[in-house]
């Protein structure tokens, strides 16, 4: 059984560049939940996809947009980056049917916004 | 919006003492979840709790669930360095999104 799969592990890029960042759930797991997590606070969720439709949104402006593929995995993609959105960004998967196993989280990109 | 309140915010313990850190919610819950997130690291789900006045263990770590539902309490018992990071509470309101709590740092004095 595979875990959660983050790509790449590390990013800096330039403010009012694009960014899109990837994500593997786990073997089993259809559905994921993307989180902005700054330094020294709580993840922050941003959106979930469940069968390849968006479903649910945090406060975060429509520049933050996502997909989800039939095979569950998922990008989360950032136009128009600001010095703020510099943070560690998670996925995390996890299954509809057996929520008592809580969420999956990958080891997180490190976004720098320079 | 829907928010739970976690405290407090940093613990600094000698090794060998306990430690406990409190979530606390206006509204009933259905669910609570605890996520530790070591230093550097991702959050790693701990436990799920369910039912009103609900406790349960896992080794050292003790987990309740208030009888109201609207608090919830992660105490370790006889720290120990590995026990260092951020403890999460975890709460699902119904509307498909996990909110986090603020998030207990844990320091261990060895």
């Known amino acids: 059984e595979t875990g959660v799969t983050?790509?790449?592990t590390h990013l800096i890029k330039t403010r009012g560049q694009q960014v899109t960042l990837r994500c593997s759930s786990q073997s089993g797991h259809n559905t994921v939940s993307w989180y902005q997590q700054a330094l020294g606070q709580g993840p922050q969720f941003i959106f979930q996809y469940y069968r390849e439709e968006e479903n649910g949104r945090g406060n975060?402006?429509?520049?933050?947009?996502?997909?989800?593929f039939p095979n569950y995995s998922s990008e989360l993609n950032v136009n128009a980056l600001e010095l703020d959105d510099s943070a560690l960004y998670l996925c995390a998967s996890s299954s509809r049917v057996d929520t008592y196993y809580g969420y999956t989280f990958g080891s997180g990109t490190r976004l720098t916004v320079v | 919006g829907q928010?739970?309140?976690?405290?407090?915010q940093y613990q600094h313990v000698q090794e060998g003492e306990d430690f406990t850190t409190y979530c606390n919610s206006s509204t009933t819950l259905s669910n609570?979840?605890?996520?530790?997130?070591?230093?550097?690291?991702?959050?790693?789900?701990?436990?799920?709790?369910?039912?009103?006045?609900?406790?349960?263990?896992?080794?050292?770590?003790t987990f309740q669930f208030g009888e109201a539902k609207k608090n919830?309490?992660?105490?370790?018992?006889?720290?120990q360095t590995t026990d260092v990071g951020t403890y999460f509470c975890a709460v699902n309101f119904g509307n498909e999104k996990l909110t986090f709590g603020t998030g207990t740092r844990l320091t261990i004095i060895p």
């Open chain 2, 72 to 79: 919830s309490s992660l105490h370790i018992t006889a720290t």
């Open chain 2, 32 to 61: 609570i979840q605890w996520y530790k997130q070591r230093p550097g690291g991702h959050p790693v789900f701990l436990i799920q709790l369910v039912k009103s006045g609900e406790v349960k263990k896992q080794k050292r770590l």
């Open chain 1, 6 to 8: 983050q790509s790449p």
């Open chain 1, 60 to 68: 975060f402006p429509p520049r933050f947009s996502g997909l989800q």
């Open chain 2, 3 to 8: 928010q739970v309140m976690q405290i407090p």
